[in-house]
């Protein structure tokens, strides 16, 4: 079943992308050899508490993190590590950002 979202949902969701955004902007700018994806955890855990939202993702069927960190060979939904990033690491972040509801 498809379900339509109001003006008022589809404005939230915007406002939320915006943040996610803004988010990303962020990770990029911290992405350089030597860094892990365990601080990236770190760091969005703040931003998001910082910007009044939180990390959707966190708890769903029991995962434990804010964002799911891949590198290389791992196709999807990696955990944070701590191990650090060298250079040519294939890096992606992804997650999901409550704002408002």
């Known amino acids: 079943m498809i379900v339509l979202k109001t003006k008022e949902e589809i404005a939230k969701m915007?406002?939320?992308g915006v943040l996610l955004a803004q988010c990303h902007q962020e990770i990029e700018a911290m992405l350089k050899p030597g860094v892990t994806t365990w601080e990236i955890e770190q760091f969005v855990e703040r931003f998001?508490?910082?910007?009044?939202a939180?990390?959707?993702q966190k708890g769903y069927h029991g995962f434990?993190?804010?964002t799911c960190a891949?590198?290389?060979e791992v196709m999807c939904h990696g955990f944070p590590?701590?191990?650090p990033?060298?250079?040519?690491d294939i890096v992606t972040i992804d997650?999901?950002?409550?704002?408002n509801g």
């Open 14 to 16: 915007r406002e939320a």
């Open 48 to 52: 998001l508490a910082e910007n009044g």
């Open 54 to 56: 939180t990390p959707e």
């Open 64 to 66: 434990p993190y804010a």
């Open 70 to 72: 891949s590198i290389n």
């Open 81 to 83: 590590a701590k191990n």
């Open 85 to 88: 990033l060298k250079d040519g």
């Open 95 to 99: 997650m999901v950002v409550n704002l």
